[in-house]
């Protein structure tokens, strides 16, 4: 049985960078950081719809 994760945006509460996270595999990329300034650890909570969309278009594009 497969449970599916929702998804997820993880952000920097100091500098504002966020990227919302869809679980298509089994492999979830959490990263440790922030890769722009380098706080940690990164706050996490359910994505919104909206953020959901542009993730997906964002994929999309990126392949
Ligand atoms: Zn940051």
Request: aromatic content about 6%; hydrophobic content about 40%.
């Amino acid at each position: 049985m497969v449970f599916k994760a929702p998804p997820m945006t993880c952000y920097c509460e100091k500098c504002g960078w966020k990227q919302t996270i869809i679980p298509t595999s089994d492999v979830l990329m959490f990263l440790p950081s922030c890769p722009k300034c380098e706080h940690a650890p990164l706050a996490h909570r359910t994505a919104t719809a909206s953020e959901v969309m542009a993730a997906k278009l964002k994929g999309l594009l990126g392949r």
